[in-house]
């Protein structure tokens, strides 16, 4: 019996936060940045988020929650926190006015609710941290143009 190049590949990574972080394995799909691995959300221990890409007011996201939702490159856009809540990457709590990150939403996702503070997004260094753009309402869906 021979064994799969991907068990064979599978070393655990060091802890982030107490939760070991493994590596992410990738079937028929560009490979994943070196910088991006899965590590448990501090909400709750089924759910696994990963920051794929960051870009000044938009993110690329795997997202993973056990028995819930997946999405393998769900698109964020920066927004404004409508309502109090937490970070899915930090825990940190979430005031309504705060710059946040959010899913797009149409059509709208099992996570659509969720929010990503900038400053908790790894290379960001408090880019997005200044606001969100003068010409975006909050209250509008976070929609993909183009």
């Known amino acids: 019996m021979t064994e799969s190049p991907v068990a064979a590949d599978a070393v655990a990574l060091p802890s982030r936060g107490g939760v070991v972080a493994h590596p992410l394995v990738t079937i028929g799909r560009a490979p994943i940045p070196a910088h991006a691995t899965a590590a448990a959300s ?18 690329l996201v795997r997202w993973v929650e056990s028995g819930r939702c997946h999405y393998g490159e769900q698109r964020w856009r920066l927004r404004v926190a409508l309502q109090p809540g937490r970070c899915a990457l930090s825990g940190q709590p979430i005031e309504p006015g705060e710059p946040v990150f959010r899913p797009v939403r149409r059509p709208v996702p099992a996570n659509g ?34």
């Open 42 to 59: 501090p909400l709750r221990p089924q759910l696994f988020v990963t920051v794929l890409e960051a870009g000044e007011d938009a993110l």
């Open 113 to 146: 609710d969720e929010m990503i503070r900038p400053a908790a997004v790894p290379g960001m260094d408090g880019a997005a941290c200044d606001g969100t753009p003068a010409e975006v309402d909050a209250r509008d869906p976070a929609d993909v143009h183009g």
